[in-house]
């Protein structure tokens, strides 16, 4: 009765969140085995959760970083770097992504936020609107791979997972992705003919390169200190202030928004900080940025992000609670182990369940945000994948890379419309001009889901 009350609903329009809810009360009314104040009780536990607390601080830090001109400096950084290759602005597509990722931590921030910039900048230069439209839609599910993630830290308080470990184990599938994605581009380029388009400077890409070099040693020199005797705080904060020295002398682009991801998973990693508490060290980095050194950010555009971090995660907050109950009670009926018995009757190979199961996830993304499917899922399908000896860290990052790709498709797909809207495209048209970039998208799927050491070996080798 239960899944069929929900179904019902969601066949009648009804949002996610309140479907799952009211699905859950209206099975406990008819059956009459609880009071109906379990759902709102079980609703407020469901959130009550000291790792959630990073969600509203994740999302706030990308809003800051979004609003604050940091887009802009992270697209003229990637146009020094790769912008003289053939199909120049679709390297910088992808390129600015993995940028971008490790600040917003959502595909829809990304879309939104650098998508913008760079369509309008490839339509200038001469490109298909579909074939920009395309790029910055595939090269937007990689928000939520490299780290920080939302969706991450969802999976990782419904699985009771090391939220560190699984954005460890985005890190190096993210650069997979956006390795293959820049492949493709570089076919479109050879197959249409397109060169760069800007001219190759030694100066502007040695500048861009003495960047990169400052954001990989700055971390080494750090670890190297603290691991020769150095106190680990007074030793980043002195570390912290020679950046910024650095950033005022040399004029850098884009050394210190690159520097929020460093800076999370190396604190997290040594122990500074808990996910949590990294979180708001992102806001406060994101602030510092915006507010006082780069001033961008004015006061009244920072109420402005707060009050829009608080609609989102209010959004969030209210689906995750939604889906605590609906959860719970598929776990109550029965519902959860009936299945588990089910795709174990049919298969007990790890290979045959994660085919099934992207299958599944594949389908589900079409139709759910990707919060909603999460804890929906998470219920039904890692209990299996625990018995099957699958890692749920691994699990986890195949689980999320499904619903990125879901946020593709019609009839639900965010990016699809946040991208129709930017492009001023049909519907239609944005959909054909994604589906070539399906092809690495699942590519790195298959791959992903059938060699864990990719995702695993990162945290395996820090511990976690």
């Given amino acids: 009765m239960l899944k069929i009350v929900f179904l019902f609903l969601m066949a009648g329009g009804i949002p996610v969140a309140i479907a799952m809810a009211g699905a859950s009360l209206i099975y ?99 490109y298909d609107t579909e074939f920009a439209v395309g790029v910055t839609a595939a090269s937007a599910t990689l928000g939520p791979i490299i780290p920080p993630s939302l ?39 050879h197959k249409n003919g397109w060169g760069g388009d800007i001219r ?23 670890y190297g200190l603290v691991q020769a005797g150095a106190q680990p705080q007074l030793t980043v904060a002195v570390a912290l202030v020679v950046l910024f020295a650095a950033d005022r002398f040399f004029r850098f682009q884009a050394v210190l928004p690159i520097m929020t991801p460093v800076l999370l998973i190396g604190g997290m990693t040594t122990g500074i900080f808990t996910p949590t508490e990294g979180a708001i060290a992102a806001c406060v980095w994101a602030m510092v940025l915006g507010l006082a050194w780069y001033r961008t950010l004015s006061w009244k555009m920072f109420v402005k992000v707060c009050l829009d971090t608080v609609e989102t995660t209010a959004t969030v907050m209210f689906i995750v609670a939604a889906a605590s109950i609906f959860g719970w009670m598929l776990t109550a009926t029965g519902v959860t182990s009936q299945i588990a018995e ?41 209990p ?5 000896g699958i890692d749920p860290v691994h699990f986890g990052l195949v689980m999320v890379l499904n619903l990125m790709i879901g946020l593709l498709h019609p009839p639900m797909g965010m990016v699809l419309f946040v991208l129709a809207r930017v492009a001023k495209l049909s519907v239609e048209r944005t959909t054909m001009a994604i589906l070539p970039w399906l092809l690495p998208l699942l590519g790195s799927l298959i791959l992903l889901t059938y060699v864990p050491a990719i995702s695993l070996w990162l945290p ?5």
């Fill in 28 to 126: 406990i009314l008819a059956s009459g085995t609880m009071p109906p104040f379990a759902v709102v009780h079980r609703m407020i536990g469901g959130i009550d959760s000291f790792p959630l607390l990073a969600v509203p601080f994740f999302i706030l830090a990308g809003n800051l970083m979004n609003n604050a001109g940091i887009t802009n400096r992270i697209y003229n950084f990637a146009l020094a770097l790769v912008g003289w290759l053939k199909g120049g602005l679709g390297h910088v597509n992808v390129v600015g992504s993995v940028i971008f990722a490790g600040m917003s931590g959502t595909a829809i921030a990304d879309a939104a936020g650098l998508g913008t910039i760079e369509i309008k900048a490839m339509k200038d230069h001469g």
């Fill in 151 to 189: 969706p991450f830290v969802i999976y990782a308080m419904m699985a009771n997972v090391s939220v560190g470990a699984l954005f460890l184990a985005g890190i190096l599938p993210g650069v997979l992705l956006a390795i293959l994605m820049m492949i493709t581009v570089a076919y479109f380029a």
């Fill in 200 to 222: 190759f400077s030694s100066s502007r890409f040695g500048k861009a390169m003495i960047e990169m070099a400052v954001v990989a040693g700055w971390p080494l020199a750090v």
């Fill in 342 to 382: 089910w795709v174990l009757g049919v298969t007990k190979e790890p290979w045959l369940f994660l085919l099934m199961a992207n299958l599944l996830m594949l389908f589900v993304g079409c139709f759910l945000e990707p919060t909603a499917a999460i804890t929906i899922l998470v219920p039904i399908l890692l």
């Fill in 384 to 388: 299996i994948a625990r018995q099957l």
């Fill in 460 to 464: 395996r080798a820090m511990g976690l």
